[in-house]
């Protein structure tokens, strides 16, 4: 039974030809020894930095959380494991104790809150793991408030959502603007496009580096817990749990959102010279939430701003729900806001692809591009 040269010939239909974009796009990034091997360097690097930190944490505690207690306080960690316990002879003397950094912590007599008997008294930050061990947050009086290793631990978490978000993002929307730049110059893309729909290839690349990079943002989230469980920072992993998980939603629209931009502002050049011009805006974008988290990841005020901005949402909420700053409902609606300006985002980007991709020579001006 043979076959009509009209069935041999029939194109593909859109989902199979967004999917053998799609693949391409993975393939050819595979294929790519410069990626694997930065990848790789990348993951070990992450994990050296969780193991580092989490082993260093544990040499400065010792075997467990150094606690004063009183013998009227003795009771509340009598069946804790991971504390190691100073019994002190007064509520002065346990104070003594935290002040001169022999303890993290003292649990003294005495308390505002009618439903406790002690108060945890601490130099200069709380100790998280101490008050998840306890069957309820008691009162913390802080003698000392300021810099500590709280803020220190804040710090680093912010500095990872900020720089995990940038080095991803710009990576693969680098990639995406260089291939569609690339097809233009070498006009492969006036073949591609005689085989498939304009928004078909647009959306291959999109989703193809999308798979890519959210293959990297698991790898990396798989990283931190492994690293965190092997270091016994099991306060750290519960509270950065739900974080990393929202951390990769959030991600997942946000860089749709992103990679639309970067394609329709690749196809408005047609050399690789000039790709540069037109995707600078949104790289600085992307580095935004980088350099904000860096300066301003005790700033309250900024970084409930940052968590409603489409750009700056996925690194300023995870890190605002790691700190606990957060509302139940501010990620939900934060994320209905992303994806409102992901759908948005992706329609211009769509008509600036396929009014500019044909276009050659000089730079294609942003309002023909709209215009069509």
Known sequence: MS???????RAPGELQSIWLVAEREIGSKLRSKAFVISTAILIVAALASVLWGGFAANNLRGDGIPVAVTS???SAVADLEGVEVTVSDSDDAARALVEDGTVDAALVTGSTDPAFDYTVVVKDNVPASL???LSETPPVDMIDPGAGAADALRYFIALGF????LIAASTFGGTIAQSVVEEKQTRVVEILISAIPVRALL?????GNTVLAMAQIVLLAAVAVVGLAVTGQSGVLDALGAPIAWFAIFFLFGFVLLASLFAAAAALVSRQEDVGATTTPITMLIMAPYFLVIFFNDNPVVLTIMSYVPFSAPVGMPLRMYLGDAQWWEPVLSLLVLIASCALAIGLAARIYRNSLLRMGARVKLA???RG
């Open 368 to 370: 023909d591009a709209l």
């Open 3 to 9: 076959t009509s040269p009209t069935a041999a010939c």
């Open 131 to 133: 008050l998840q061990m």
């Open 162 to 165: 900020g720089i995990v978000f």
């Open 203 to 207: 959306a291959g690349k999109v989703i």
């Open 72 to 74: 009227q306080t003795q």
